[in-house]
């Protein structure tokens, strides 16, 4: 990867009074790619995602290397955060309902967004985010424009704040469970969206998920995570082939439509996965 968009060597998390730091070690590269990032709840997968917008506070961040294109993201000023978080970064969130304001109109936090980074009439602003609104199957933008977060479901919502998001045109885009509240015909529109931004604009995607299946029909490569460390890496079509026990067992946990009506098996976890490092890909 020659020129990779992301950078991260040695990622550590740590919360004040936890026993132990929630990621460790936590080293990869992105390119104009799709990177999944897979794990069961707890593993520090959105911890990673957070760490990288710098948006973990009260929590000890530390890298060998956390760069993002030009800029040293161990270093930058939260001034310089500012310019790059939202307009250069991204970030979708996995649940609309705690990331929208319920007292102001969805329109008006699109458009908000969208003049926090750049220079434009409020007419343009508002012409920029009805088309972002029609962007991601919303079939009626001015309607929805005008509703509050509680007058949309919860599908609508995350489509707004993947509007939201995308709107600056970013480098970068972390995306935590942007589909988890979707319908099975909406999830494979808004990942087209995302498809189609990294195939023709070339940007960078960091999938979060839980979903082997997701990661595995959409992603590049795969980071699996287990207890704050990446224990596995390797390109998402070979996800079926990999090695590490953790692995593998979320695979065997997974229900199959027409396999076997045994018990799914129980994963038996091992006291070395604490220890196992996995070497940068």
């Known amino acids: 990867m020659s020129h990779p968009i992301l950078d991260v060597a040695g990622l550590t998390v740590r919360y004040p009074g936890a026993a132990q730091p929630a990621v460790r070690g ?32 009260g929590a000890e961040v530390s890298a060998e290397r956390m760069r993002f294109e030009e800029v040293d993201l161990t270093a930058a000023t939260e001034r ?26 969805c329109g008006l ?13 409020r007419a343009e602003a508002r012409a920029r985010a009805l088309a972002m609104l029609e962007a991601v199957q919303i079939r009626d933008p001015e309607r929805v424009y005008d ?11 995350q489509r707004v704040m993947i ?5 600056t045109d970013p480098d970068l885009v972390i995306a935590d469970e942007p589909t988890s509240a979707l319908d099975v015909t909406v999830r494979l529109q808004v990942l087209k969206i995302l498809d189609d931004l990294v195939r023709e604009k070339g940007i960078g995607l960091i999938m979060i998920s839980h979903d ?44 199959r439509i027409g396999g076997k009506r045994a018990p799914l098996p129980v994963l038996q976890r091992e006291a070395a ?6 070497e940068m890909a």
């Not at 310089?80 to 102001?104: E, T, V």
Request: charged share 25%; net charge positive.
């Open 147 to 157: 509703l509050y977060p509680h007058e949309v479901s919860g599908g609508m919502g």
């Open 212 to 255: 082997l299946n997701l990661v595995r029909n959409f992603c590049d490569r795969v980071l699996i995570m287990y207890a704050g460390r990446v224990v596995e890496t390797l390109a998402a079509r070979d996800l079926d082939r990999a090695q590490h026990p953790y692995t593998r067992g979320l695979l065997a946990a997974q229900p």
């Open 273 to 278: 996965w604490n220890e196992d490092r996995e």
């Open 163 to 167: 509007a939201m998001m995308l709107l």
């Open 109 to 121: 936090q699109i458009e908000e967004a969208y003049r926090t980074h750049v220079r434009s009439s």
């Open 26 to 57: 936590v080293s990869f590269q992105l390119g104009r790619e799709r990177l999944g990032i897979v794990g069961e709840s707890g593993s520090g997968k959105s911890t990673v995602g957070r760490a990288l917008m710098r948006l973990l506070p």
């Open 80 to 105: 310089q955060m500012l310019k790059i978080r939202g307009a250069r970064m991204s970030m979708i969130l996995q649940d609309p309902k705690f990331s929208l304001n319920p007292i102001r109109r």
